[in-house]
């Protein structure tokens, strides 16, 4: 579905997903209407949360509702959920985009089997696992890619080297760059830190010419603004992102007299629901994948991310990126 | 050796190691002694070193110097330094501790060589391998535990078992905790979660009755204070530790303006370099890794941390806990 800038953008709500229940969903929606005037929801989800929908009074031009009430566990297994869920909200809204009536589609639901539904239903643009890939804040403005963040439980060498080409190939449209500084997270910079997997990637991705490739970077430097895009197999990304939340919520949630100085004193880019909603890379189609414990504001914005993907046709692109064959395959071609 | 509170405590001090060098020594040297009256010093390193420290004035009475020149790289092969490193000044401040000269050592070179340099020094309390352990500040004055943080590349389940016995062996003399609540690191706390190295690690922690083991916890909760002790491998933990450092880094950071109010506004004891200095756990002898790159105050700090470490006998208690034997060894004894 091809789209320009101007053009209304209608996004596939997974009203079952998250946390937080109905409420977090239509203080969610409602702050995303705002945010972003040309936007349109289908949101799939239980008559309880179209309930309260029409009791929130969101603006009911805005958004289609489509009953499904089935939600998925948090954490079924992939094969489960290919037999047992295909009527849920989040296959019906994965559909929606397969069927060209959504432009992109949104989840708070579980990592597992947003992945294998994607993949299922969507299919995959071919020649890479699928990445969960999130913008970083690294200064004012200023932002950096990193994935994958957990749609894989394991990577091997290739994967790695699959995502590194993934993210250059989504780079230009995710974080406006077009000719990234690729790193690799590792424990130390050193030639011989880290597992052998890790290492392998390294001489994968640092002979294929078409990659920027400047080799190690380690986790504490994730938002610095060296790299533009962070390779990382699944388990360690959600590591390395969970650690970080974990600090950023420390300094954010102190109270009383501190709180009211925070204001004051943090850095005004790095908030951490700004980089709510990670985009589901490698996939046919618009994905996004907002934290189960997303507030309002945190859904509204990933809300906006699938949106911004969608205006960019990102989903277009990526499927006919030379950058998404091995630089090999790219020769022979 | 064993050591009551009040008497002096000699520690012995490796001066090649830290990115910093002389200068980061001297001054380091010169903040341990004013924080901790009963400190005395036996310091191994280049004449430079020498020299800087007799222009520093810090009191001569306070610590020998030994020339030890030779230091070694920090991503040095375990083969290699043991083969080539034997006289270095990492090796001769281990072999002050293996000899009873002093209670203590502390180095900020390379985690390999040290850990390799340990095991063949000093020698393994048995059935455990070793790990480094931090305390992690959880609150005002409360800390938690995390280990392994590198000290091993990679780990099996039962390595993350006895990683967790270390750990829970240690507690009383490092957190002041004697019933440690104990987790392990997983990026979810559902069943399925991870890994199967890291499941397969859970039904092994879970079914020691010796162990007070509450599950999985996420990165995020590492400094909230859930667990007094979390365990985890090598690379994850220091994936996990450094990501937490680089954005409490962006918090302490910030200037101008934004730096007179951090002052009011940042948590009391979160303060990212009251928390260097590692020891390595499970091996006949107190070793504290302090961070390459420490500051003065931080590789003080580390100091300090080996000093205290002497001072409760940390390294007689662990040789002889029970829980250093798996569960079926105990019954078995």
């Known amino acids: 579905m ?30 995303a209407f705002a945010m972003y005037p040309a936007l349109k929801l289908i949101i799939y989800g239980p008559s309880s949360l179209q309930e309260a929908l029409i009791k929130s009074r ?15 566990p948090q954490d079924e297994e992939p094969r489960r959920v290919l037999k047992y869920h295909s009527r849920s909200a989040m296959a019906q809204a994965l559909q929606a985009v397969k069927d060209g009536r959504a432009h992109a589609m949104i989840s708070g639901g579980g990592t597992g089997p947003l992945v294998a539904l994607s993949r299922h239903i969507l299919g995959i643009t071919g020649h890479v696992r699928p990445a969960l890939c999130a913008r970083m804040p ?25 995502f590194a080409r993934l993210g ?14 690729l790193a690799l997270l590792n424990i130390g910079t050193e030639q011989g830190k880290g597992p052998e997997v890790i290492r392998k990637a ?32 699944g388990f360690t990304g959600n590591i390395a992102l969970k650690a970080a939340e974990g600090v950023a919520g420390i300094y ?21 629901w700004q980089y709510n909603g990670s985009l589901l890379l490698g996939v046919k189609g618009i994905v996004i994948k907002s934290h189960g414990a997303a507030g309002n504001e945190a859904m509204a914005i990933a809300m906006v991310e699938a ?4 205006s960019c046709n990102l989903g277009v692109m990526l499927s006919s990126s030379p950058l998404i064959k091995p630089a090999g395959a790219a020769k022979l071609s």
């Open 2 to 31: 091809f789209l320009k800038n101007s053009e209304p953008i209608t996004v596939a709500l997974d009203g079952t997903g998250g946390d937080r229940g109905s409420e977090g969903i239509v203080g969610a929606v409602r702050f």
């Open 58 to 72: 969101a603006d009911a031009e805005r958004y289609d509702f489509v009953l499904a009430p089935q939600a998925i």
């Open 138 to 162: 690294v200064g004012p403005g200023r932002f950096a890619m990193m994935l994958d963040l957990g749609a894989n439980a394991t990577a091997t060498a290739s994967d790695l080297y699959g």
């Open 168 to 181: 250059a190939a989504a780079s230009e449209y995710v974080i406006e760059i077009s000719s990234p500084r």
């Open 202 to 233: 390294r001489d994968l991705i640092g002979s294929d010419p078409r990659l920027n490739f400047m080799g190690f970077i380690e986790p504490n430097r994730i938002f610095s603004g060296d790299a533009d895009i962070i390779v990382t197999d």
């Open 252 to 272: 954010t949630s102190v109270s009383g007299v501190k709180r009211f100085f925070s204001r004051f004193s943090h850095p005004d880019w790095l908030i951490p």
């Open 307 to 310: 949106a911004r993907a969608a």
